[in-house]
């Protein structure tokens, strides 16, 4: 989301919204990254792959270039939709997220972080979750919904024990 986005929502009450990609590998484990320090929301939290819908893009289009932007990946098959969530975010903002379990091509012992975005990334099993609760922010206790959503379906889908 650019500046000109942000302050239109921030004055216009605007609710952004946004596409989450819950990246699923063969060992039943999901892809996080952590935050960096200098980003306006939620600074220093783990968090899943994904961003705002940009202006004209349907939730797919943004779900595949989150991906591809923030990990160099591309994205092969959404395995699951998981709903929306519904959060405002320590910017005063108002956002909807669609998020999707999802598997990607590349190879994922390589991630390509987004420079200046995110700082590193881990691959958690769902006992590992509590990773998220590093911080006790809103952006730790959201990500962590999020996850055990996730894990969740997964396990339903018959993808995790």
């Not at 943004?62 to 519904?86: K, S």
């Not at 200046?116 to 881990?122: L, P, V």
């Amino acid at each position: 989301m650019d500046g000109r986005d942000w302050y239109s929502a921030r004055f216009t009450g605007v609710t952004l919204r946004c596409a989450g990609a819950l990246i699923l590998d063969d060992t039943g484990r999901i892809f996080v990254q952590r935050r960096s320090p200098d980003r306006r929301l939620f600074p220093g939290c783990w968090d899943i792959v994904g961003g705002h819908v940009e202006g004209g893009e349907t939730v797919d289009e943004a779900l595949r270039r989150e991906v591809a932007e923030e990990t160099g990946w591309q994205l092969a098959m959404v395995l699951a939709e998981l709903g929306e969530i519904r959060y405002q975010g320590d910017d005063g903002l108002d956002r909807v997220e669609e998020d999707f379990l999802v598997r990607v091509d590349g190879d994922l012992d390589r991630p390509r972080l987004e420079p200046g975005k995110h700082t590193e990334y881990a691959w958690i099993s769902e006992e590992e979750v509590e990773l998220l609760d590093e911080n006790g922010g809103p952006g730790d206790v959201l990500g962590r919904r999020i996850l055990e959503k996730g894990f969740a379906v997964a396990r339903g889908l018959g993808l995790v024990e």
